[in-house]
């Protein structure tokens, strides 16, 4: 991993966050920003709370550490942890026993629900009022997984987001009834409802002649009411791009039902995991992250989150990591009609150029870097005289 431009190494956390919105692809770009907001903000004096979910976590997890750190000096910290979540239930048991003996108010989960949604919300006092940090991902707040998995990291003070932020908290913590959301979408709630009508929206669109497009990248697709819906937008005419790595349930190229229906599966060195979703939305272009796959477990049985990206900068980033992985010819596998999966198409056909989705993002994380070196090389270059500089 990379680090990314977006975060300069000698500023605050904070500082990054509030000049602006942005985006990190890991592990092309490291995950170390994430480590560094939950760590600055044990040690930062006038941090007022951390909020935490946590399903995965590693073994010797610094995340946890800090999180211990804050509430031993004196911040109010919460820390959502599931205790369900398969395969790590002994060791989540074993950090929520430690983070209790250190004054972390830990929740265990929501009654019934697996809590699957990734977001942390540090509030912080400064001179002009009280501030929401907020970091929403698709991926699990695990540094080691985070070289080997794909995932977004969204970083925001987005003052909306923040009140659903402090919403969604008091809702699984038990602290309030679930509130209605400015820009949130929360599952089991509202989630499955939302994705429903944006999907709708296409529709509707195209079948008044207007521009319409659906675009998303998942790890699974099997929910029957969202496939019956994503059918109904095709044959309106809706073109529809898919990518997804694992169980896909939909078929598609079926004339008169999903012709219009593209899906791809990418199995490479990084396992894609990531849940990023486009729609055209009249020319408004709304762009979601998102913890939830399209499975009637997460959209009815777990607690999860759809969150907008809006600003302009973050959503062409996401549009970019959506294209580049559905015009993959070296990995991306076309799913066919029949169920099957046809082979790369850099492999079947010598005239198509080979596009490796996974190394083309790293070599522009690397221009990027070395974009961001040459632009702070220059930024003192003197105007010499026609006889240069004079030495002193």
């Not at 399903?55 to 599931?82: C, D, M």
């Not at 349930?249 to 990084?270: N, T």
């Not at 999966?341 to 596009?355: N, Q």
């Amino acid at each position: 991993p990379l680090p990314s431009p977006e975060v300069p190494a000698n500023v605050s956390i904070f500082e990054t966050i509030r000049q602006r919105d942005f985006v990190l692809y890991h592990p092309y770009e490291q995950f170390e920003p994430v480590v560094r907001l939950v760590e600055e903000a044990a040690d930062d004096p006038d941090v007022l709370a951390i909020k935490q979910t946590l399903y995965r976590t590693s073994r010797n997890s610094p995340i946890i550490a800090a999180l211990a750190r804050a509430a031993e000096k004196g911040k109010y910290v919460t820390a959502v942890i599931e205790l369900k979540a398969r395969f790590d239930e002994a060791r989540n048991i074993e950090w929520a026993r430690e983070l209790e003996k250190s004054n972390v108010q830990v929740i265990y989960g929501v009654k019934g629900l697996k809590t699957h949604a990734k977001i942390c919300m540090v509030i912080r006092r400064e001179a002009d009022g009280i501030h929401r940090y907020l970091h929403f991902g698709t991926g699990n707040y695990n540094e080691s997984t985070a070289r080997l998995y794909s995932d977004v990291s969204f970083f925001t003070t987005h003052e909306l987001l923040g009140a659903d932020a402090t919403n969604f908290f008091n809702a699984v913590t038990g602290f309030s009834e679930p509130q209605v959301f400015h820009k949130l979408d929360m599952a089991p709630l509202t989630l499955r409802d939302r994705l429903l009508e944006l999907i709708e929206f296409e529709t509707d669109r195209k079948r008044q002649g207007q521009e319409a497009a659906i675009n998303a990248k998942l790890n699974s697709l099997v929910d029957p009411e969202i496939i019956e819906a994503l059918y109904e937008a095709s044959r309106a005419g809706v073109p529809i791009r898919l990518n997804i790595r694992g169980i896909c349930c939909l078929r598609p190229g079926v004339p008169g039902l999903s012709d219009q229906i593209e899906v791809v599966g990418i199995i490479d060195r990084y396992l894609e995991h990531a849940r990023i979703l486009h729609f055209h939305h009249g020319g408004a272009h709304r762009v979601f992250i998102s913890s939830a796959d399209w499975m009637p477990r997460n959209l009815d049985r777990r607690v999860e989150l759809l969150v907008p990206v809006e600003d302009e900068r973050c959503k062409q980033r996401l549009l970019q990591i959506l294209d580049v992985h559905m015009r993959d010819t070296v990995k991306g596998r076309r799913l066919l009609a029949d169920g099957s999966y046809a082979r790369p198409l850099a492999e079947t056909d010598p005239s198509i150029k080979p596009l490796r989705s996974q190394e083309w993002l790293y070599r522009r994380a690397v221009e990027a870097v070395r974009e961001a070196e040459h632009s702070r090389r220059n930024l003192f270059e003197p105007h010499l005289g026609g006889h240069g500089a004079e030495q002193v």
